[in-house]
Each structure stands twice: as structure tokens, then as C-alpha cells.
């Protein structure tokens, strides 16, 4: 709220330019989801500006393809390719993976960034609730398919492969039990709101258990997760009024989409964060997150059921 500087020496006025800054990133391959617009498509700006290789994973390739068109604009140099993905889709998270495995790149960054937010109710075509099977469960098989991948390349190049997660304050607003397992598609008591903070807790714990399994094998990957601020972006869509009328009597806690893209870049390229894993992220410093995220036994459930859910569909 205040924009000064944490213990990183960033805060939340810093601008995912100024966190990077100096860091030469053409050596690394990135995919970012959703970056067709808002803090995604600021995020794959920046990284291509620091020389990353970047492959922006959008559902709508026509949007996707003009933000690559805009930044070649402004940086000739950038190396940015499109993938189809759809995250409500588990088959197209496979397709994608595919797609992305016969291209025979190395993978350095996996920038978990695309959702949705406050829909009303509805099933993905897999017959899961939309938010909990867009923000959690794509993303959650998108990583288990690439992590093979992320692994044998730090292995061959002894570079840290980083995955980043974007979760939201909003985790601590969910539903009593946190995740309802046994209720996850049912329409009685839906909330919309607490649709979208189960999801985004889900992001979190993912994360958790995700670096508690990678550091138990040794990989050099590490996996966290951020709070990016409130931005409006068209992840808003759903409730435009509503969080336009939220802004102006909260205006002073509002970033701008560089702002809002920061603590993403910060995670994914400074070199401060080497071996940091497991942690969550608000304004570029590490943040506590509610209990429940914190929850260990909550995450080994979690993960069992995104497994049980994800073959389930398949």
C-alpha cells in the first residue's frame, strides 16, 4: 500500500522491469499461461526483454499473437512463440504438453499465471467445477507433465528450474473445510467468491507439496507461489461493477499491470531466490499465508485428489 521496499529492497510500486533489471535471461526457456493479456502478457514482455525464450500459452491464439506482434515491435530481438492451451481442457493440456515436448527444448520457467475469477456456476467439459478445474487442476496436470522436462534440464545444465504458481489474497476467503473434496462440483451452497479462493488456495498448497516432493528427490526445481495485488484486468470480468466499485473506496491498494507483474518475474529470474522453495510471495518478499495453505496433511489430500480427478477424466 505504501510502495517502500520489503527485505528484498522491492515493494509493491516496483515494476516487474525494475526487479529484473540487469539480469541477462537469454540463456533460460520460459511458458507462461494466459499470457494473452494482463500481468501474463507483462510478464512474457519482460522476460523476452531479458533474452528469455518465452511461449505464451493462451486459449485465444488471436490475442496471443498480437501481444507477440506488439512486443516484436518494441524489441526485434525477442524470441516469444504461441501454443494453444486451454486449462478447462484437460485434453488440451495434454495436446499442449505434447506440442511443447516435440519441439525438444530445453525448460527452465513454468509460470502458472492464466484463471478465472468469480464465474458463475458452471462444469468444465471434463465435468468439474470451472474455477477449481481452470485455476487448480489444468495447471496442476499442465506441470505434472512438464516436470519430467524441468528436471532433466537442470540436471544437464545446472541451472535451477523455477515454477511459479499465481495464487491471490483471496485464498482466505473459501469455504469452511477449504477444499470440499466430497462437494467439489455441487451447485448447493456455490459461491462464487468461494469458489475462486478454494482455487487459489489450491494454488498454494499445489505449490507446497509440489516443493516438499521435489526437494525429497533432489531435484533442482524449486516451486512458490505469489499474491500479485489487485489489478483490474479482464480476469475481472465477471464481476466489472462490482470490483469497480470495490477500487474506488480501495483505490490506494490498487496496482498497475507492471506493478501487478513483478513479484512473478522477481520469482521466476532473480538470483537472490536461488534454492528458495515452498514459499509465498506478496510485493516481491516472502509473505505468511493462512493455516490452511500452510496445511501439510491438506496438501497430501489435495494432491491425491487432483491425481484421482485428473485420471478420472482421462
Not at 516469444?80 to 530445453?106: G, I, Q, T
Request: charged letters at 20%; one cysteine or more; a neutral charge.
Amino acid at each position: 500500500m505504501t510502495g517502500r521496499p520489503g527485505p528484498s529492497g522491492f515493494g509493491s510500486a516496483s515494476t516487474a522491469e525494475q526487479v529484473t533489471e540487469g539480469i541477462d535471461a537469454s540463456h533460460l526457456t520460459a511458458i507462461v499461461t494466459g499470457g494473452a493479456s494482463g500481468i501474463g502478457a507483462e510478464t512474457v514482455r519482460v522476460l523476452a526483454l531479458r533474452g528469455a525464450y518465452v511461449i505464451i500459452a493462451a486459449r485465444n491464439l488471436e490475442a496471443a499473437n498480437n501481444v507477440k506482434q506488439l512486443i516484436l515491435k518494441d524489441n526485434g530481438a525477442a524470441r516469444v512463440d504461441v501454443l494453444k492451451l486451454d486449462l478447462c481442457s484437460l485434453k488440451s493440456v495434454r495436446e499442449f504438453s505434447d506440442s511443447f515436448l516435440a519441439m525438444d527444448r530445453p525448460l527452465n520457467i513454468l509460470i502458472n499465471n492464466a484463471g478465472v475469477m468469480f464465474c458463475p456456476y458452471q462444469l468444465s467439459e471434463d465435468g468439474i467445477e470451472m474455477q477449481f478445474a481452470t485455476n487448480h487442476l489444468g495447471h496442476f496436470l499442465l506441470t505434472d507433465l512438464l516436470l519430467e522436462k524441468m528436471k532433466r534440464t537442470a540436471r544437464e545444465t545446472g541451472i535451477e528450474g523455477r515454477i511459479v504458481n499465481l495464487s491471490s489474497i483471496a485464498h482466505t476467503h473459501t469455504y469452511e473445510e477449504g477444499i470440499r473434496f466430497d462437494k467439489i462440483n455441487n451447485q448447493s451452497g456455490y459461491s462464487d467468491k468461494k469458489a475462486y479462493g478454494q482455487s487459489k488456495l489450491a494454488n498454494i498448497v499445489h505449490a507446497n507439496e509440489l516443493s516438499r516432493r521435489l526437494q525429497a528427490e533432489g531435484a533442482n526445481v524449486t516451486a512458490n507461489s505469489v499474491h500479485p495485488g489487485l489489478i483490474m484486468t479482464n480476469l475481472m470480468r465477471h464481476s466489472f461493477i462490482l470490483m469497480n466499485l470495490l477500487k474506488v473506496v480501495t483505490y490506494i491498494l490498487w496496482k498497475n499491470v507492471p506493478q501487478g507483474a513483478a513479484t512473478t518475474c522477481y520469482l521466476a529470474l532473480h538470483p537472490s531466490l536461488k534454492g528458495v522453495t515452498g514459499k509465498y510471495f506478496l510485493d516481491c518478499n516472502e509473505f505468511t499465508p493462512s493455516a490452511l495453505a500452510r496445511d501439510e496433511v491438506l496438501a497430501k489430500k489435495l494432491w491425491d485428489f487432483s491425481n484421482k480427478l485428473v485420471n478420472s477424466a482421462s
